[in-house]
């Protein structure tokens, strides 16, 4: 278990290698990720350490949120992820520290969860990619239609896990093994092969990938 670093989805762009191959890049603002907790094993049960990111007005937080922040001096955050770690590695963060990009390093694979892109509601072929009805020969009407979804009397009912229509995206997930590319230090910013979940601007958590983790052990 290591500590990740909150972050901002800034947009896509490309770069290119000294070949002159053209590489698809995500930007992520992971500037300015302050701690504003450490939890110990002897006081919470397990270690962890809480990073905030953003800055969020003193108006639109209650006075718990407040006098959290008070304690660990910073400013209020406004967003908060907690990592949990191993016990050892508790010392080595102070509370109001800024955690730098130095965790990452070019060529590292890291893994980024963030919520999809809301799609709306949407039919069973764009949502479960099945296949749609004939175009002619007698078919009018059901060209897009999930077609039958149960049986008569037994069971006489549908199924719980049908896959019917409803909403698409929206939902939490992660991307794994992406490749860090670059790394702005100055401005904060983590180039990462490929795309990443949300729209721009959507807040994204982005840690060490765990598979290459897995494997190394």
């Not at 590489?23 to 919470?44: A, F, W, Y």
């Not at 001096?73 to 967003?79: A, F």
């Not at 893994?111 to 749609?132: C, R």
């Amino acid at each position: 278990m290591q500590i990740g670093l909150i972050g901002k989805k800034i947009g896509m762009t490309r770069i290119f290698t000294d070949s002159g191959d053209g590489l698809p890049v995500t930007l992520i603002d992971v500037s300015n990720n302050r701690v504003s907790q450490i939890k110990s094993k002897e006081i919470d049960g397990y270690a962890a350490v809480q990073l905030t990111y953003g800055i969020q007005k003193t108006h639109r937080v209650n006075k718990a949120e407040v006098g959290h922040f008070s304690k660990a001096k910073i400013q209020i955050g406004r967003i908060s992820k907690e990592f949990r770690i191993i016990d050892e590695d508790v010392k080595s963060y102070q509370l109001g520290a800024v955690v730098e990009l130095s965790i990452f390093n070019v060529g590292d694979n890291i893994d980024v969860t963030g919520n999809s892109l809301g799609k709306g509601y949407a039919g069973v072929i764009k949502k479960h990619n099945f296949s749609s009805n004939r175009a002619s020969h007698g078919n009018s009407k059901s060209h897009r239609v999930p077609g039958s979804i149960s049986m008569a009397q037994d069971p006489g009912r549908v199924f719980p896990g049908k896959k019917m229509t409803g909403r698409l995206g929206g939902e939490r997930c992660t991307i794994q093994n992406l490749e860090v590319l670059r790394i702005d230090n100055d401005k904060g910013l983590l180039f990462v092969k490929g795309s990443i979940p949300g729209h721009t601007n959507g807040i994204v958590f982005v840690r060490k990938s765990v598979k290459v983790q897995l494997n190394k052990s």
